[in-house]
């Protein structure tokens, strides 16, 4: 298990920096800091549901702060 979270912790970070640099160059397009805010959620349920419920609530705080800007930059889109 652990293992496995360790896998999926590296992979998301991976993620995590190719969509940061997506959104960094089409900051007009929600797309990509969307999917920045599921991948966040997921590296901090690794990160609490793997023992280190700290850590892991850092990683969900970074994830409501980029949904609480998309909601303020695209007022107008429902699902933020």
């Known amino acids: 298990l652990v293992t496995l979270g360790t896998t999926r912790a590296s992979s998301y970070r ?3 920096a190719e969509y940061e640099a997506m959104a960094k160059d089409f900051p007009n397009s929600p797309n ?4 920045l805010v599921n991948i966040w959620t997921k590296l901090g349920n690794v990160w609490v549901f793997g023992g280190n419920p700290a850590r892991g609530a850092e990683l969900l705080r970074t994830a409501r702060g980029i949904a609480a800007d998309l909601a303020r930059d ?3 889109v429902d699902q933020y």
Do not use: G, H, N, Q
Not at 32 to 35: D, G
């Open 14 to 16: 991976l993620a995590v």
């Open 32 to 35: 990509y800091r969307r999917m």
């Open 74 to 76: 695209f007022p107008d």
